[in-house]
């Protein structure tokens, strides 16, 4: 029985430090997107860039508004 507790605790330990992990170096956003965008916007420079990934994405990640949160008035669904 003790064996299996720490098996399970120890396989959980792992599986959040593999999370946290992957998160700290995921890097799926601004400067993922900035190739594309320069490509896309060639008049624009990377602060006017980043200024409206920001605006459509928020800030830092945060994703609290902005065009890509599907805040769609209910009329129009």
């Keep these: 029985m003790k064996k299996s507790v720490?098996?399970?605790t120890v396989l959980?330990?792992?599986f959040v430090m593999g999370t946290a992990a992957y998160a700290a170096v995921d890097d799926s956003g601004f400067g993922q997107m900035l190739p594309w965008m320069k490509q896309m916007h060639p008049s624009?420079?990377?602060n006017e860039l980043e200024q409206m990934y920001?605006?459509?994405h928020g800030?830092?990640?945060?994703r609290t508004r902005g065009m890509m949160q599907n805040d769609i008035p209910a009329e129009w669904r």
Excluded: F, K, S, Y
């Design 12 to 14: 959980a330990t792992v």
């Design 6 to 8: 720490l098996a399970i």
């Design 54 to 56: 920001n605006d459509c």
């Design 44 to 46: 624009m420079n990377e």
């Design 59 to 62: 800030r830092n990640g945060e």
